[in-house]
């Protein structure tokens, strides 16, 4: 089993930062994938941003510019920095991992608040 803990969501201006942090432990398992996510209030989950095992990354054309997904191996943590955040930017947002064999596990969210 993995467990998935996400930090580093609050409350930011518009035009501020924030750094999203997804620390993983448990059970060893071959990775395909760290992936962000958040969903805001009456909408669908929706895919922000994503790193593969080797590296390659993408990121979704909203946040293009704006959002950098990273990872360190040797913390089993991802991060999301985050930069000229926007309103529409406000949700909670997921960390999940993806292994070979196609199982998803996700962390608990964290809330992120763009206003002044």
């Known amino acids: 089993q993995v467990q998935l803990v996400e930090s580093g969501g609050g409350l930011v201006q518009p035009g501020g930062s924030l750094r999203l942090s997804c620390a993983a432990s448990g059970s060893p398992f071959s990775l395909n994938s760290d992936s962000w996510y958040r969903q805001a209030p009456g909408k669908e989950r929706e895919l922000v941003a994503r790193?593969?095992?080797?590296?390659?990354?993408d990121v979704a054309d909203s946040v293009k510019g704006r959002f950098t997904i990273s990872r360190v191996n040797a913390k089993n943590t991802i991060y999301l920095q985050m930069n000229s955040l926007k309103p529409e930017d406000t949700a909670i947002y997921y960390c999940?991992?993806?292994?070979?064999?196609?199982?998803?596990?996700w962390g608990q969210g964290t809330q992120v608040t763009v206003s002044s």
């Open positions: 999940m991992k993806l292994t070979t064999l196609g199982t998803a596990y």
């Open positions: 790193i593969f095992a080797y590296g390659t990354t």
